[in-house]
């Protein structure tokens, strides 16, 4: 074919730049930050992060503390850079209100799983509650529940009991900081057992199904969750978080350096500590303490989470690049 019949216009397509498809706007690059959002029942935590994937258009996004899909409240959501964030975010404190059932087992220890055991619990007083709860307050060893994400021996624990095979899951330390007892009270459509209306506040780790399963089983009447509200992680608590439906109608991080400031304590370094930082590497520090602290620059960027080691400062996570 020579070139002037090559050149020529296609059958119904007009020629010239009147014909060409407009080129596409490159999206701009989604902000580095947080989102903090109230999840809602029913949604696994995997669930909200791809609805902020497609929210800011990128699919770097993650989630710090893992919330069950009958739970609700506080996810933290990192965005591009601020997923360096999360693997020390989900290392902080965390606060819960919940209803505890005593009176009922589950096989998952909440309200998701089939009742296996009932005993009354409404002739249970508050003086026993009140031991069996302080009993489960301070540092404890705690056995998760076996329907969690925990690997044994590579297999998630869940698959394990949904393939019914018997086996134990290893206590590990937590630590409860507080667990109150607001209300106890006998519901009129399930005789024979107690609920009891909490607040923990705990370490990370921390399973609250498996303090009211341990509170239960020490009461003898056995007891699983009913309702779990995730009510702060860290600095982030529920005023600041907002639903999927507020995010749909107005989506927008909290910029890194914010969400880096409110989370770990603050170092201003100069600019040739800045420099250096920025490149990777190892300075000299002050005596800053124990755990991560932000790094930032002269002009207020966030350059990176250090620890201080035999005065210098370890690079734990870095955000120059």
């Not at 800011?56 to 933290?76: N, S």
């Not at 309702?227 to 989506?251: I, K, N």
């Amino acid at each position: 074919m020579s070139e002037a019949a090559g050149s020529g216009p296609a059958p119904g397509r007009p020629s010239g730049a009147a014909g060409a498809r407009p080129a596409r706007t490159p999206r701009p690059p989604a902000p580095s930050g947080l989102v903090i959002v109230d999840k809602p029942a029913g949604l696994t935590s995997h669930g909200v992060v791809a609805r902020v994937r497609r929210l800011a258009g990128t699919r770097r996004v993650g989630h710090a503390g893992t919330l069950d899909p009958m739970a609700t409240g506080v996810l933290v959501v990192g965005v591009e850079k601020a997923t360096r964030l999360l693997g020390h975010l989900a290392l902080t404190e965390k606060e819960y209100t919940a209803t505890i059932r005593l009176g009922q087992s589950t096989v998952t220890d909440d309200a998701e799983g089939e009742v296996t055991a009932a005993a009354p619990a409404t002739g249970v007083a508050r003086e026993a509650v009140d031991a069996g709860v302080a009993a489960l307050t301070g540092p404890i060893l705690q056995v998760p529940s076996k329907v969690s994400a925990i690997k044994v021996g590579g297999v998630r624990s869940y698959t394990r009991v949904r393939e019914g095979e018997e086996f134990e899951l290893a206590a590990r330390p937590v630590t409860v900081h507080s667990f109150t007892v607001h209300a106890l009270r006998e519901p009129a459509d399930v005789p024979g057992v107690l609920d009891l209306d909490v607040t923990v506040v705990c370490s990370s780790g921390t399973y609250i199904r498996a303090l009211a399963r341990d509170l239960g089983a020490g009461l003898g009447a056995g007891g699983h969750l009913t309702a779990l509200r995730r009510t702060r992680v860290g600095p982030y608590a529920l005023p600041a978080a907002r639903t999927l439906e507020q995010l749909e109608e107005s989506f927008a991080v909290q910029p890194i350096e914010e969400a880096a400031a409110a989370a770990f304590p603050r170092w201003d370094v100069d600019v040739d500590q800045a420099r250096l930082l920025g490149n990777g590497v190892r300075i000299a520090a002050p005596a800053l303490g124990e755990g991560p602290h932000a790094a930032f620059g002269p002009d207020g960027r966030l350059l990176a989470l250090v620890e201080e080691k035999s005065g210098q400062a370890r690079i734990v996570a870095g955000f120059a690049s």
